[in-house]
């Protein structure tokens, strides 16, 4: 299975690309914000160097967010113009729900989170089966389940049980095939960013 990953949805513009089941590369930007600049460029980059096409891609999966709003509108803008160009499916997977394939939580209740800003994470609660809208968290507030977030860089100034979760586009590709196989293939127009709700505090 031939698949690219994109990720525009933090502070960093991450890539990979995946071959016969083996992710072979993967490119993340060291530069905050050039998106712009650089997704095509690095994706340019990592397809002639493994010498294939776009159409030859089995599909490209892109995060959708809860993320950052421009770098979101760049990825999946770009995402679905190579799609449509190329007749090839697009994958969306949201934030939450690789943050959710990487920890494997096993408590009872917990928090998924993305950082936002200042002391501010937008998280959606999970008890037991139930998943609760998400909304934005005050992580100066005293919480005592799990939070696992991605985003924030200076954990131990919190009084919280805060876990920090890496992410990049190498994190999306085996949740996209978990997607593909189930035929969870979207239209194109159907597929938009998840933004922040900034006015859903809790």
Known sequence: MKIISIDTSGKFCSISISLSGNIEESI???????????????IKKIINKHNILIKDLDFITINIGPGSFTGLRIGISFAKGLCLSNNI???????FDIINDKTNCLEDSFYHCIYSHKDYAYGKKYDGNKENKPALINLKDKISIPMYIHGLDSIDKYDN????????????IKVSKRYFKTKKVNDLNSINPIYIDYKNVI
């Open 28 to 42: 993340n930007s060291n530069i905050p914000l050039s998106h712009s600049s650089e997704l095509a460029v690095n």
């Open 89 to 95: 499916p697009l994958i969306p997977i949201s934030s």
């Open 161 to 172: 049980n805060i876990i920090n979760v890496a992410l990049d586009s190498s994190d999306l």
